[in-house]
């Protein structure tokens, strides 16, 4: 594979991150509301989702899925009702009380997630996205040289590879910097991220943001 191609398909990879997608909403959300680590593993967790859908590229699966149309619905709402619940638990939810503490209107704080069940969250939400299969199915190969000496699987594998390199990087980046912000917004007097419920309607917010958006693409 050329040098020029790779770094084409780089420069192509990079413009796709400007554009706020369902991943970057997930990500800054979790992070403004859990602090960088949970942001972190959010995004790893997206980030091995799209590894995987890279490799059901190479290996025939996305082409198999996208050919029925009835497996692709089928995942696609499967997909849809998992946001959808998770949005749901987020909005609702509510920590238990302190034992002394005398009940109030509100919670004080915001229910925290483990960096697992970050992990979790993020990688299926992704891997149960099959709009994410048809994007690799449809992108990856644009780059594809089958003249360059290099087999066509390997140059998938390849700019699969690249682009979940890159797409950790990102996350990574957005979750400290939202983090960041964050604590500059405490410092300055702002309230608690964890104190009040505005971190858990954030987040239930967007996930029921990001079903409705999956739900509303054609098939």
């Not at 497996?71 to 509510?94: C, D, E």
């Not at 990856?140 to 594998?157: E, I, Y």
Request: charged content about 10%; proline content about 5%.
């Amino acid at each position: 594979m050329a040098l020029k191609t790779l770094l084409a398909y780089v420069a192509a990879v990079f413009v796709l991150f400007v554009i706020p997608g369902p991943a970057v909403l997930i990500v800054t959300s979790r992070s403004l509301q859990s602090g960088r680590r949970a942001g972190i593993f959010t995004g790893v967790g997206i980030g091995l989702a799209d590894l995987c859908h890279a490799l059901f590229t190479v290996l025939g699966l996305s082409a198999l899925l996208l050919a029925s149309a009835t497996l692709f619905t089928l995942i696609k709402y499967a997909g849809v009702a998992y946001l959808v619940w998770l949005g749901l638990q987020a909005l609702f939810s509510r920590p238990a009380p302190d034992g002394g503490a005398a009940p109030v209107a509100e919670p004080v704080a915001a229910i925290p997630i483990s960096a697992g069940e970050a992990f979790r969250q993020g990688f299926l939400s992704e891997i149960l996205n099959p709009k994410t299969a048809l994007f690799f199915l449809s992108f990856l190969p644009q780059f594809v040289d089958p003249a360059a000496g290099f087999s066509v699987s390997g140059q998938l594998v390849l700019l699969g590879a690249i682009f979940v390199f890159m797409s950790l990087l990102y996350t990574s980046a957005l979750a400290l910097l939202a983090d960041f912000l964050a604590q500059r917004w405490q410092a300055r007097g702002g309230r608690d991220r964890r104190a009040g419920p505005w971190g858990q309607r954030l987040v239930g917010a967007v996930f029921l943001f990001v079903a409705l958006r999956v739900a509303l693409q054609g098939d």
